[in-house]
């Protein structure tokens, strides 16, 4: 790498328009799941308070946690207080930042599940909401590429960077030995003081490259009513989550559209005072998370159809990751358009929002639009990869 792509050294990185972050070294693990993290009572917040206390302990005025929570929190989570951090602007970056060729070849790819499963699945979640409170469940599906040489971390942030410059960039180095690298469009939430934010996507649609036909195409999600649909089960569950923390809850009774360099997304922000500034975004994220966005509704019973259906562990997929300090404040995205690279292996994911209205055919052909971010930071197309 050379030296305008030094913030792209190994460690910790997380990328936001707020406030962007590097960090390195590990002072202190947090593997306690974030079951209950919503109440400050409960043994994650419990561990959280620990760590911040004895980093203060050891002479740190100002330790933040870093990391990532999975999708299932009864899974262990993985956050950490850095040995060092630094804050700095994202417009300090370089402006223009150039796609990084990886030169690498693939030798082998796969989904889990396949087209034809993932597509039974669809209808699986369907039959279900006939016979159930269930309204909107989110399928995934895991597709893996084998390459022949190892691929850089920092190659791909970059490429991701060039391609999607407004996102939420993360690049987080796993236990495993694995680092969890991506892009997401998403704010969970975001605390400053007494003020929240959060920016719930649903309600998806693939660009397309001529303008006329991609400028349709945007329209059509805003008017469709699906997607609509879709779209107002995530708010709704979100505001309410919100409502009893605040003193102030605003959010557009419309949605409007988001795009990224390969979708177009319905997207309401969502911006608040909170009653008591002290509670911590942690707790606040732990409320929301997994939102319906990335589960489902209602959200216990989304999430045993998806552990049902779905024949994978998602781990951090859909999961959450961020930063938080000892005030209370930070920033959590979630965890979607998104990877994990161990050496010459390369897991990405994707998912797509079911309901009653969905179609087998658009859910999966939604699916292989989503990876897009992934694959064409990797110099890859979907249409040429061997299978």
Partial sequence: M?????????GFLFLSAHRSIHASGVVQVITTPAAGGEHHGSPFQGAVTQAFQH?????NKHPIIVGAIPFDVTQPSYLYV???Y???DRE???SSIKYLDTGNTILSTRSIPDESSFK???HQAIANFQYSEIKKAVLSRIFEIQLADPVSSEHILANL?????MAYHFRIPMPDGSELVGASPELLLRKVGVRIVSNPLAGSAKRLLDSTQDHATGEALLHSAKDAYEHQIVVDEMREALAPYCLRLHAPTTPSLMSTATMWHLSTPIEGDLTHPEISVLQLACQLHPTPAVC???RGLSRKLIHLIEPFDRGFFTGMVGWCDSEGDGEWVVTIRCGTIRQSTVCLFAGAGIVEASSPEAEWLETQAKLDTMLNAFGLNLKTCPS
């Avoid at 050379?2 to 190994?10: A, C, G, I």
């Avoid at 980093?55 to 002479?59: D, V, Y």
């Fill in 2 to 10: 050379t030296s305008k792509y030094s913030w792209l050294q190994p």
């Fill in 55 to 59: 980093a203060k302990m050891a002479g």
């Fill in 82 to 84: 850095p040995q060092r």
């Fill in 86 to 88: 630094e804050f700095f």
């Fill in 92 to 94: 300090m970056m370089p």
């Fill in 120 to 122: 039974v699945a669809i």
């Fill in 161 to 165: 960077m060039a391609q999607n410059p």
């Fill in 296 to 298: 489902g509704y209602p």
